[in-house]
């Protein structure tokens, strides 16, 4: 991860928080909404405990995190975000 390499990490995050400042809960609603996206299936529970223990990075010595993130991540949840399906062929334009 880039997280793990850097000693300063430049990052912008429009539409959602940043993984490496998300609850876990922000956390598992994004897992899960990816792996229902792409019809995957994950261990969404490792998946977000890996995400939390590199919460630590940011605060050993030597690093610096600079991360920018449009207001409106913070107040949309990860699950607002739908699937969109492209229009069956059988649909009407009309």
Do not use: C, K
Not at 45 to 52: F, G, H, M, T
């Amino acid at each position: 991860m880039e997280y793990e390499r850097s000693t300063h990490l430049r990052a912008w995050e429009g539409a959602t928080v940043a993984g490496i400042l998300q609850s876990a809960d922000y956390a598992r609603a994004v897992f899960t909404r990816d792996s229902e996206l792409h019809d995957s299936l994950r261990d969404t529970d490792d998946d977000v405990r890996a995400r939390l223990r590199r919460q630590t990075i940011p605060y050993e010595p030597g690093r610096t995190f600079d991360i920018v993130m449009w207001e409106a991540a913070l107040s949309t949840p990860p699950y607002a975000r739908r699937r969109f399906s492209p229009p069956n062929s059988t649909d009407s334009l009309a």
